[in-house]
């Protein structure tokens, strides 16, 4: 092993450690927003294993997506008017 190639190979460890890192957090995000669509359609009445508890699933997902793309469009206008 060359001397040279040792900064670099710490460097690229690093990132993999970092990128590991970020990709677990995703999925215990993941995993906090399936619990949250869980518990609003099993308090909306609709329970696991019902035909409609998937499509409300999914429903949430969207709702809760729209909601974060319509917070950062409000954002960005508000930075651009300013």
């Not at 690093?14 to 949250?36: F, G, I, N, P, Q």
Request: charged share 25%.
């Amino acid at each position: 092993m060359l001397l040279t190639d040792r900064p670099r190979r710490l460097t690229l460890m690093a990132a993999a450690l970092a990128s590991s890192a970020l990709l677990s957090a995703c999925d215990t995000l993941d995993e906090w927003s399936a619990e949250e669509y869980q518990h609003k359609c099993e308090s909306l009445g609709i329970h696991p294993g019902s035909p409609s508890y998937e499509p409300c699933i999914l429903q949430q997902q969207k709702l809760d997506e729209e909601g974060i793309q319509h917070s950062m469009d409000r954002a960005a206008q508000q930075k651009h008017h300013k």
